[in-house]
């Protein structure tokens, strides 16, 4: 009876042994148990799983050594592998491995997902290297294009390192002096990467396609406390149609003298997109030479491609800090020799200080190419809270806080920002909304047009919107801004202070039709012009072919735009239905409904704005009379902008 008892127990406790990772095949042996994911892979790579491979974790693992997954090819024979929790499960697979991965996937279509329900985003699955001995946790090995990593899915993982010197993610050729793998169709989505040197770290041999299909979206690399990550959290070199986007980023530590990374598209990446991520939180609190830059491109002229064509786009910076002397320190950063076809647009850069006591720089935008042709589009972007300490002896790039800065190359054009300088530096200097460096000399090679620039700092000494030390040839056009400071002087260029819009007329020539007005904003952290208080901005730009939306993504109007970001409509009217020189009739007012309004020419259409100066609705009517349908307005005041043959008008109204 005792040796039976035991038997059973012995069964019971070998099964429990072997209930870690569980595998099921569609071909081969189609069942099995392991204690540890690298003994399933031994078994997948020695042919005993074959086919459709499902590999299910039922409970935590300690791995010995490297689980190392093979190439489907001779005796390894699967046609896919799904590594994924079982249902409801939570588990931790980790290991102490040295100088080497924890998992390291040699082949395609592959799997690994976190989440513990079918199509979940939970993260339910944890992979941890706790070697403190140069780890790695995940990494993809392609050595050729034939080999390929490809049709990879990475998400609702865990993934944590032993120690922040080495990055975590890995997809490369796998040498030791790497040259770029080989990968495509890849997806890494929903991971929470912590204690890394660099969060995901992508570097791809240059070839046409190489990379491409690449998505690298709504992951977390924000971790605090002792998994905090170091230097950056995005890195993609080489590669040829990556997208990163919706990705959380920050909180890098601080104390390493090194420039800080949020997302950076090295040489050679090509066809690539930056997209709406949020990255905060990135600087040095020592005075060496530290630095940090939110987005950085250097993809330079070695890709795939004769340029970069890169887009920077929708992407929100913030509250970065610094005590040091790096030369970067940026919110987005477009340089390196010959970097060229990019957009930068639509981006929200907001807090970037440097506090070193002898006058160090920050930058909103930095744009460093060297290229005179770069075909470098800067649009729609929103810069603010930008700052040095102060330096009054100098306006390069390492002297005082500047919103947008070009510091070398040509071929630029900036339409449609809105730079305020609205934080205070420490001591008098040289700060400005938009600075044009004495290393930029390529003759018309910067376009300037319809930008609003504001510097309200109030510290003592110049506190400029437009700063050069290049000489005006460098400008293609410049017009259609509107330039304010709260100090003594509008901008500076040939060595001297230009006091008023006429003194920047005659510097930097062109601005014909620029403005010196103050505009008012709807508050101090949102630069939508306001309805009210803005009459002298109203429809003050000029048309750009390459920019017909604006940072809400309205339509630009096509005649007539606004100056800044956004679009907007002034209020121009009294609530009544008709004025002395208006020829529009509109009734009733308030209005419930429909509001009717007719005209004596043809009105094309009429847009609806809210009193933040945002577009609700638009109505197109090709007629003298026509109807606008105001019942899905919620009751308040609206601007409506009537748009005719003649021109345009705007009308304020009530909706009940």
């Known amino acids: 009876m005792r040796k039976i008892l035991f038997c059973l127990i012995a069964s019971i406790v070998a099964s429990n042994f072997y209930s870690q990772v569980s595998v099921s095949a569609t071909a081969g042996t189609t069942t099995g148990t392991y204690t540890t994911l ?66 390291k996937i040699l082949g395609s279509n592959i799997t690994l997902d976190g989440s513990n329900v079918a199509a979940g985003t939970t993260r339910n699955l944890t992979l941890t290297n706790i070697s403190a001995t140069a780890p790695q946790v995940l990494t993809f090995i392609a050595t050729s294009a034939a080999a390929a990593n490809t049709n990879i899915m990475v998400k609702n993982l865990n993934i944590v390192n032993g120690i922040n010197t080495s990055s975590a993610m890995v997809m490369y050729d796998g040498n030791t002096t790497p040259t770029g793998g080989f990968f495509n169709n890849v997806t890494i989505q929903n991971n929470a990467i912590k204690k890394a040197y660099m969060g995901i770290y992508l570097f791809a041999a240059i070839a046409a396609g190489n990379g491409a299909n690449t998505l690298v979206t709504g992951n977390d690399i924000s971790a605090t406390g002792t998994d905090v990550n170091r230097l950056g959290g995005v890195y993609v070199q080489g590669a040829d149609g990556v997208t990163v986007s919706n990705n959380t980023i920050g909180n890098f530590e601080t104390t390493n003298a090194e420039i800080k990374r949020g997302i950076w598209f090295a040489t050679g990446t090509v066809n690539s997109s930056i997209i709406s991520n949020t990255i905060t939180n990135l600087g040095y609190t020592g005075t060496s030479t530290g630095g940090a830059s939110g987005i950085t491109v250097t993809s330079g002229n070695t890709g795939a491609s004769a340029v970069a064509n890169v887009m920077i786009r929708g992407n929100t910076i913030s509250n970065f800090n610094s005590g040091g002397t790096g030369t970067l320190f940026a919110g987005i950063y477009a340089g390196g020799t010959s970097t060229s076809g990019m957009i930068i647009d639509k981006n929200k850069i907001s807090g970037v200080k440097n506090t070193n006591v002898n006058g160090y720089g920050a930058q909103g935008i930095y744009l460093a190419s060297t290229s005179n042709t770069s075909n470098i589009l800067v649009s729609n972007n929103i810069v603010n809270g930008v700052a040095g300490y102060g330096y009054s002896s100098g306006g390069g790039t390492n002297d005082n806080g500047n919103g947008i800065i070009i510091a070398s190359g040509g071929g630029y054009k900036l339409y449609y920002n809105t730079v305020v300088m609205d934080v205070n530096q420490t001591v008098a200097g040289r700060p400005s909304a938009f600075n044009v460096t004495s290393a930029v000399t390529a003759a018309a090679g910067i376009d300037v047009r319809n930008n609003i620039f504001v510097n309200s700092q109030t510290q003592t000494g110049d506190r400029y919107t437009i700063y050069s030390g290049a000489a005006n040839t460098v400008f293609s056009t410049i017009n259609y801004n509107d330039y304010y400071t709260s100090g003594t002087n509008l901008g500076y260029i040939g060595g001297a202070a230009k006091a008023l819009l006429s003194d920047i007329q005659t510097g930097f020539g062109g601005n014909a039709n620029s403005l010196n007005i103050l505009p008012v904003f709807v508050s101090a952290t949102d630069f939508h012009l306001s309805a009210t208080g803005n009459n002298a901005l109203d429809n003050k730009g000029t048309p750009v072919a390459e920019v017909t939306l604006d940072a809400d993504g309205n339509t630009r109007n096509a005649t007539t735009p606004d100056l800044g970001s956004y679009e907007f409509t002034a209020a121009v009217m009294a609530v009544n239905e008709t004025t002395k020189n208006n020829k529009v009739n509109f009734y009733p007012n308030p209005v419930l409904d429909y509001l009717y309004i007719n005209n004596d020419s043809r009105i094309k259409d009429v847009e609806v704005y809210n009193i933040s100066g945002q577009r609700v609705l638009s109505e197109v009517i090709n007629a003298e009379k026509g109807s606008v349908d105001m019942r899905k307005a919620p009751a308040g005041t609206y601007i409506l902008k009537v748009n005719t043959e003649k021109g345009s008008q705007s009308i304020k109204v009530i909706k009940r």
């Open 38 to 103: 690298k003994d399933a892979f031994d078994a997948v790579n020695a042919g005993t799983h074959q086919g459709a491979i499902s590999i299910s974790i039922t409970g935590n693992t300690t791995e010995t050594a490297t689980a190392s997954l093979n190439a489907s090819g001779g005796t390894t024979s699967y046609t896919s592998v799904v590594i994924k929790p079982a249902t409801g499960v939570n588990a931790t697979i980790s290991g102490e491995v040295a100088s080497a991965p924890l998992i």
